[in-house]
């Protein structure tokens, strides 16, 4: 079994112009991989580096682009993997997260990491199921 690259626009372009070295989605089998990716502002084409909401809010619909262009659904994420510059940001990220996720939670790790080159504070990736 192979796996399959798949591009996401406008996702995979904004991360190639800066050079990142990732596939925005890897499908294998039955399995779908997605890339973290910082808070791409689809209106602009530039990281939003602002409030903490809004960037989780644009990484959550990223991803939920993602997922559903390798032929899933938010509904089968099995792992989301949150990465944060600042453990006091819990509280309003997981208050962005609980719309994309009201009930039967996929398993999830919050991570604290140093400050990225960029200026945003969050990334975070998944592995979901193909249905």
């Not at 294998?28 to 909401?53: L, Q």
């Amino acid at each position: 079994m192979k796996r399959e690259i798949i591009r996401v626009e406008p996702l995979t372009t904004f991360l190639e112009k800066y050079n990142a070295p990732s596939s925005t989605v890897t499908r294998h089998g039955d399995t779908v991989y997605v890339t973290g990716a910082p808070p791409f502002d689809p209106k602009t084409g530039e990281i939003y580096k602002g409030d903490i909401s809004r960037q989780t809010e644009l990484v959550l619909e990223q991803m939920k682009q993602c997922v559903e262009a390798g032929g899933s659904s938010l509904e089968s994420i099995l792992k989301v993997n949150v990465y944060v510059t600042d453990v006091e940001m819990f509280p309003k990220v997981n208050e962005v997260y609980r719309k994309y996720f009201p009930s039967n939670y996929p398993a999830r790790i919050f991570i604290n990491v140093p400050a990225w080159n960029g200026g945003f504070d969050i990334e975070i990736d998944c592995i979901a199921a193909v249905e």
